[in-house]
Antibody, heavy 118, light 110 residues
Framework: EVQLVESGGGLVQPGGSLRLSCAAS????????MHWVRQESGKGLVWVSR????????TYADAVKGRFTISRDNAKNTLYLQMNSLRVDDTAVYYC???????????WGQGTTVTVSS | QSALTQPASVSGSPGQSITISCTGS?????????VSWYQQHPGKAPKFMIY???NRPSGVSNRFSTSKSGNTASLTISGLQAEDEADYYC??????????FGTGTKVTVL
């Protein structure tokens, strides 16, 4: 079964850091581009970042550029999101997602909740 | 890139058909190629429903269909059922390898 399982969310103070992980299984992880998408409570989906299948290229949304870093370890089938200088408006559920070859997001993790609050 | 525009809510009675539109900016027109749709029930992760024109992953009902004209894509749900009540999002995969999502539409089954 194709599966993405996020972990690492939690409560952190403004200015703090968190690292999210996403464990992939059931498919050849190294063949796929991966993204992070977030969703504030009661709000819509927002794209955060993406990384190429071999890890050689990354892109970020303006709202997180310079603060977040996406990375992957293909040997461990794991995607990461290092989040620094966290702000209250980074509070959201963060989803790890897989991009299919036909340019749609075909697999979603269950999400991990990040709460930034003092 | 700005979010794609969707109606905030659409409703219909069981058995009816409803259509949700998804409109991009005029600058998306030439690149409004890779549009997909997602269903999200409360408290759950989004579910991939359909991409481009009527390409459905295995297990998704053919009651869900799509069309596209210029920079507007549409999702039609035919034979509306109670289980279809959810939020629906369109998304556009851009030429920069980023994603732009729609504003989301709440579908209510009356």
């Amino acid at each position: 079964e194709v599966q993405l399982v996020e972990s690492g969310g939690g409560l952190v103070q403004p200015g703090g850091s968190l690292r999210l992980s996403c464990a992939a299984s059931g498919f050849t992880f190294s063949n796929y581009w991966m993204h992070w998408v977030r969703q504030e409570s009661g709000k819509g989906l927002v794209w955060v970042s993406r990384i190429k299948s071999d890890g050689s290229s990354e892109t970020y949304a303006d709202a997180v550029k310079g603060r977040f870093t996406i990375s992957r370890d293909n040997a461990k089938n794991t995607l990461y999101l290092q989040m620094n200088s966290l702000r209250v408006d980074d509070t959201a559920v963060y989803y790890c997602v897989r991009r299919a070859r036909y340019y749609a997001i075909d697999v979603w993790g269950q999400g991990t909740t990040v709460t930034v609050s003092s | 890139q700005s979010a794609l525009t969707q109606p905030a809510s659409v409703s219909g009675s069981p058995g009816q058909s409803i259509t949700i539109s998804c409109t991009g900016s005029s600058s998306d027109g030439g690149g409004f190629n890779y549009v997909s749709w997602y269903q999200q029930h409360p408290g759950k992760a989004p579910k991939f429903m359909i991409y481009d024109v009527n390409n459905r992953p295995s297990g998704v009902s053919n009651r869900f269909s799509t069309s596209k004209s210029g920079n507007t894509a549409s999702l039609t749900i035919s034979g509306l059922q109670a289980e279809d009540e959810a939020d629906y999002y369109c998304s556009l995969y851009t030429s920069n390898n980023t994603l732009v999502f729609g504003t989301g539409t709440k579908v209510t089954v009356l």
